[in-house]
């Protein structure tokens, strides 16, 4: 796989397809590859070149034990450290769960690098405590619960994030929750982003009403996957393309 370095680590990648540029970021538990097992890519890489990413901390990328190492900021230098890879000034760029968080740090931090944006799943307005707080009261547990554990246990259920999880290295993925689930408000951050943005998630995610709210105040496009849990709307990418792909640009 071809290699980037920002601040020092290295953040692998890999390009398939051909028109214009197309950043694909996955969440927690998975890599670029999560994207073409998903259903994604070999639609997308049909208009599109492109570039599935495995962020710091999983698959062939490095991964640092720090949590600074994961800073919004740091997780949108590895994006552009790809770009400026590439040869790319701008590129359009998809992200779903802390890839939907890149994608919204993306608009903040770099909104010259982006063509548009695509935000998958992220509470933009409590950031990653309104899951947490969902998921307490879902399983009725106490507040000092330790959520890392709770979900790498609940990601492990998937065949597909378990593999991801069981080829990686711990204290990475550790370090990697602390940096995001700390995370908080970004809404009045995203006031002045210029960049063309539609987000979407899951009806049964606790992280929809909020998505949708942002988006309604943001003056940005919105859709729902009906009936979708947080997995389900990254699974179902034949009900989730239908909307992105015009959107992008594509047919």
Known sequence: M????????????????DGPLLVLHPGMFQTGASWRAAGYTEVLEATHTVIAIDPLGLGASDGPHDAAAYALERRVASVTAVLDEVGAERAAFWGYSMGGLTALGMAIHAPERCT???????????GFASGVAHALHHFGLPSDTDVFALLTQSAHADPAQAAVIDAGDPAAFRANFEAFSREGELASRLGSAAVPMLMYSGTEDPWHDPLRQFAERAGAGFFSVPGANHLAGWKRAGDVLPHVRPFLGGS
């Open 116 to 126: 548009r944006l695509v935000v998958g799943a992220w509470d933009p307005i409590e």
């Open 2 to 17: 071809p290699i980037a370095r920002s601040h020092g680590f290295k953040i692998s990648y890999e390009v398939s397809g």
